[in-house]
Nanobody, 126 residues
Framework: QVHLVESGGGLVQTGGSLRLSCAVS???????????MAWFRQAPGKDRKFLVA??????FDTDSTKDRFTISRDNAKNMVHLQIDNLKPEDTGVYYC??????????????????WGQGTQVTVSS
């Protein structure tokens, strides 16, 4: 059982930056590098949307996130981070850390994720 706990959300102004963190535990028999670790965002009234992910030495993003969203991983501290720069009001939502355990999966939809954190709220004021 993998346990994910997000932190770092809050209220920020447009143009600001934020660093979210995800503490990972329970992956006793595998390295954190082996997991597909991702960040999703859920805007009010909408489904969770894939943002970025990391596994091994590879990162995954989308056309809408590649310029402002950066994912990183600290294996020694069992942490995954999301750096968001130049925040915009449309970035407002609950940010979720997610993990998929299958070695080859690219989990960009909710159904493909095995574990979720509880989420952290990010609100960007205009």
């Amino acid at each position: 059982q993998v346990h994910l706990v997000e932190s770092g959300g809050g209220l920020v102004q447009t143009g600001g930056s934020l660093r979210l963190s995800c503490a990972v535990s329970g992956h006793t028999f595998r390295s954190l590098s082996d997991y597909f670790m991702a960040w999703f965002r859920q805007a009010p009234g909408k489904d969770r949307k894939f943002l970025v992910a990391i596994r091994g030495g590879s990162t995954f993003d989308t056309d809408s996130t590649k310029d402002r969203f950066t994912i990183s991983r600290d294996n020694a501290k069992n942490m995954v981070h999301l750096q968001i720069d130049n925040l915009k009001p449309e970035d407002t939502g609950v940010y979720y850390c997610a993990a998929a355990v299958s070695p080859s999966i690219i989990a960009t939809s909710e159904e493909e994720v095995d574990y979720w954190g509880q989420g952290t709220q990010v609100t960007v004021s205009s």
